[in-house]
């Protein structure tokens, strides 16, 4: 689904609540599962536990699990699903399709590495 909103241009995602709202949802749904591989690796690896969500990729990247590279944008990440989660009468749809635009790479990255370590 995120592929084919990807494809709007910017004012008709900015203009449309249907496709802005199935992105944040889709979004939401994307991160949480990164965040619960990450998880079950560090679990599976005896990792020290995560405290918080930005933790998780912390831990991931220091361990060389995932690039450090990434570090900085997968943390933007787990912050973003706090935003989606509790603070949703804040989001700025303009974010949520630079997002959408920017991290589709880093979202496929992030799972296939993450399915890898966990085989």
Known sequence: MLESIRKESKNEFLSNPILSSAAER?????????????????????????EKYTDIFEILCDRKILPEEKKDGLIKLAKFRNILVHLYTKIDKAQVYDILQNNFTLFKETAAQLIKNLQ
């Open 26 to 50: 889709n979004l939401q749904m994307i991160i949480e599962v990164l965040l619960d591989l990450g998880n079950h690796v560090i679990r599976k690896n005896n990792y020290p536990a995560p």
